[in-house]
């Protein structure tokens, strides 16, 4: 008996482990050498919508098309909201699988639905591209000409269908609900006063209105497609990790599901689905903040990553895998150094891309409107986290760069390049992160070169010390003297009484009184 209870013991804790342990768990992909832990697909596609929107902003810029897919999406997370003509007559759980006779449309219910709802969410396991998208696809769509079928129950057919997607724009505009909580928004929003500063951004580029206001196509475009990649999708890659982090619960290995999805959803916003498995040997394919890093690390000498990879993509994605990890394990506190220094790393590339634009407007005479526009993209990125360690360094970054600067980079290259500088270590960077601006091969440009991180000394004061030896000695007599002092007055003491004893026998009882010297201890 005794021995199938440790038999059965030691089951539930091989079971335990496998459960804890991320190479047992399903594989759903892997994205620029992350592995998923969770379905995300539709979540990686968001690059789409980028790429769509870059499209329609090369050449002539449509602003038109180039707003619909910005705001209302196509690519990614599609998911139909329908009308029921007749309510559930039974609740439905998360997942079940939703189907239009006649029709190849096909889709999960995206949220439990309650007996008596009359509005379902399904999202969509079929094709049904449209959304802004200017190329669309609707053979995959439900619509409100047939039944629909939801977990094998026929419910007729529905009033009404409208798609829905995740766009670009909601990953600001929604930031106000979903991330007021969060640490490195609250720094953006205080730096903005505003809850959709990277909306905001966008759309005055979009529209030629606010600071965008009588600037060119060409900065209007690089103002449009740079703030959409990193400025909205750049902070709600934090949110997601920050998000799995207040879902997570300790000690709890079959609860954290949402949140390893959650940091799955971090890895995929942050890489997008055109990278590939992997980056070795892929072309340059991608839109989205993985992609900018190897730019800028190209541009800065800091490929130093495996396959020559940026040495802040090889960081991010172990960290990320780290995260995971951690996650599925319960061990939601390991996650928080983990996010702080994604938010560190992610940083880099924005400040590399600040300095490379500071430099050509400055430096290098063919520079324009195009330059500066894509420098002051950069600088608004960043600003935020370089004026919670130093406003006056930000002020002095801003007033030169941003798109409508009185006096663009009227301060010049190095007083922008000390300001960042200067802020390094209080943004959990290195002078070697960053490294230098490359002319060519293992040459900087004139000014541009790395700076120096100093690593600061400890000076040791040494001092004369007395052996250990010398102090035992010392200890040891000190000791020894007390006790002889101790048993001298003893001795004396016991002395006296006996001459007293032996002078009142003969007499003299008080000696004393006669003059007679009285006897004292040594000590």
């Known amino acids: 008996m005794q021995a199938c209870f440790q038999c059965s013991h030691a089951f539930v804790a091989l079971c335990t482990f496998l459960l804890a342990t991320p190479t047992v768990r399903a594989s759903y992909g892997t994205y620029v050498g992350y592995g998923a832990g969770s379905d995300v697909t539709q979540h990686s596609r968001i690059d789409l919508d980028q790429k769509e929107m870059e499209s329609h902003l090369s050449g002539t810029p449509d602003w038109t098309k180039a707003k619909n897919i910005y705001e209302s999406g196509g690519n990614s997370g599609g998911y139909a909201e329908i009308t029921l003509a007749t309510a559930l007559a039974a609740a439905r759980l998360k997942g079940v699988t939703v189907t239009q006779t006649g029709t190849s449309a096909t889709g999960t219910l995206k949220d439990n639905a309650d007996a008596g709802a009359t509005t379902i969410k399904v999202a969509y396991t079929s094709t049904c591209k449209q959304g802004g998208s200017d190329t669309q696809d609707l053979s995959g769509c439900f619509s409100a000409t047939a039944a629909i079928t939801v977990d094998s129950s026929d419910v007729g057919n529905p009033t009404g269908v409208m798609n829905k997607y995740r766009t670009l724009k909601g990953f600001s505009t929604k930031a106000e609900g979903k991330m007021k909580m969060q640490e490195t928004y609250q720094v953006y929003k205080a730096y903005y006063g505003d809850y959709d500063y990277a909306h905001d951004y966008v759309l005055e580029a979009l529209n030629g209105n606010g600071a965008f206001f009588g600037k060119d196509d060409v900065a209007r475009v690089e103002g449009a497609k740079k703030a959409s990649a990193y400025m909205n999708v750049w902070m709600y890659v934090i949110h997601e990790i920050e998000d799995a982090i207040m879902d997570c619960e300790s000690g709890c290995i079959a609860c954290n599901d949402d949140p390893v999805h959650a940091i799955d959803e971090a890895a995929v916003f942050y890489a997008g689905s055109l990278e590939g498995s992997s980056v070795l040997g892929q072309p340059d394919l991608g839109k ?23 040495a802040v993509n090889e960081q991010i994605v172990e960290k990320l895998q780290l995260a995971q990890n951690a996650l599925v394990q319960s061990r939601c506190v390991d996650v928080i150094p983990l996010k702080k220094r994604i938010v560190e790393l992610m940083s880099i590339p924005l400040v590399q891309g600040s300095l490379r634009y500071a430099y050509k407007v400055d430096q290098i005479a063919t520079s324009g409107i195009k330059e500066r526009a894509e420098g002051a993209v950069f600088a608004a990125a960043i600003l935020p986290r370089v004026a919670a360690c130093d406003p006056n360094a930000a002020q002095i970054i801003s007033d030169n760069m941003k798109i409508n600067a009185a006096n663009p980079m009227g301060a010049g290259f190095v007083a922008i390049k000390t300001a960042f500088e200067s802020t390094y270590a209080c943004l959990g960077i290195t002078c070697e992160d960053i490294g230098g601006l490359i002319l ?18 400890t000076i040791t004061e040494t001092k004369d010390k007395i052996p250990g030896w010398t102090i035992a000695f010392i200890i040891v007599f000190g000791v020894a003297l007390v006790v002889a002092c101790a048993l001298t007055a003893v001795f004396f003491s016991k002395a006296n009484t006996y001459k007293k004893m032996a002078l009142a026998k003969a007499g003299n009882a008080y000696p004393e009184a006669v003059g007679q010297p009285q006897e004292e201890a040594a000590c």
Do not use: M
Not at 288 to 310: I, M, P, Y
Not at 443 to 455: F, W
């Open 288 to 310: 989205l903040v993985f992609r900018l890093a190897e730019k800028r690390c190209a541009d800065f000498g800091t490929c130093t990553g495996s396959g020559n990879q940026a």
């Open 440 to 457: 060519s091969g293992s040459q900087y440009y004139d000014l541009a070169a790395p700076c120096v991180t100093q690593v600061s000394q």
